[in-house]
């Protein structure tokens, strides 16, 4: 079974930015696609967004379209979460996750 890691998240001011890595202990299949959630205290986890990992396609929540790309890079099987005009209600423990199984998370806060 894929293990995934996050890192990258930290604390930003808000209008800041990030980019979080997601890598993948083996070659991802190229049926899967991999994604990135989220999950704020007190709220449940929620799409952000999705990357085909084989034909490039990618999907994003409202909220963070226009703010966030996803992309991968193959060859080290990781996926990225560019995180651009970051805002306060982006702070959340982010997860990735492919063919259900999630990473452990990484922590990203929005304030000044």
């Known amino acids: 079974q894929v293990q995934l890691v996050e890192s990258g998240g930290g604390l930003v001011q808000p209008g800041g930015s990030l980019r979080l890595s997601c890598a993948a202990s083996?070659?991802?299949?190229?049926?899967?696609?991999m994604g990135w959630y989220r999950q704020a205290p007190g709220k449940e986890r929620e799409f952000v967004a999705t990357?085909?990992?084989?034909?490039?396609?990618?999907y994003y929540a409202d909220s963070v379209k226009g703010r966030f790309t996803i992309s991968r890079d193959n060859a080290k099987n990781t996926v990225y979460l560019q995180m651009n005009s970051l805002k306060p209600e982006d702070t959340a423990v982010y997860y990735c996750?492919?063919?259900?199984?999630w990473g452990q998370g990484t922590q990203v806060t929005v304030s000044s």
């Open positions: 990357l085909s990992w084989s034909g490039g396609s990618t």
């Open positions: 083996r070659s991802i299949s190229i049926f899967y696609a």
């Open positions: 996750n492919t063919g259900g199984t």
